[in-house]
């Protein structure tokens, strides 16, 4: 399972007064590798489907995996230069979910997510 909560935010240090804060997003999003949207993790919904189509034994292991992302910006205003603005858009990226079966040898092509998985949660019992 995730190890903290995955969804995509953007915050704002300090949090400018601007009225036209949709339209610095719109300019940063210009210029930002991945789009700045605030969104839960895609994923997440598996995880009850998986638990509700897999074999409740007690050997399979459900996880849910991503990597955290984070794009820092600096924001400056032409009508207030001294003042800056820190734009901060943290997301993920190689969302992965599966179910293992822990009495099994894991395969070699197995996805990392599976393989970390397996190695920190299976290995244990």
């Given at each position: ?10 915050a704002w ?9 949709d ?5 940063v999003n ?12 895609p994923?997440a ?7 509700a ?6 050997g399979?292991?459900?996880y849910l995996a991503?990597?955290?992302l984070?794009?820092?910006f ?6 207030e ?5 820190k734009l901060?858009?943290s997301?993920?990226i190689d ?13 070699a092509k197995a996805?990392?997510?599976a393989?970390?998985?397996y190695?920190?949660y299976?290995?244990?019992?």
């Open positions: 399972m995730l190890d903290q909560e995955v969804a995509s935010s953007v240090t300090p949090l400018p007064a601007w009225d036209n804060l339209a610095v997003v719109t300019a210009a210029v930002s590798p991945d789009r700045l949207e605030e969104l839960p993790f994923r919904g598996e995880f009850d489907s998986l638990l189509n897999s074999d409740r034994s007690a399979n292991l459900v991503a990597t955290p984070t794009h820092e600096s924001v400056q205003c032409q009508n230069p001294e003042n800056r603005y901060e858009f997301t993920w969302p992965d979910s599966g179910v293992l079966d822990c009495s099994l040898t894991l395969d996805p990392d997510a393989r970390k998985a190695g920190a299976c290995q244990e019992a």
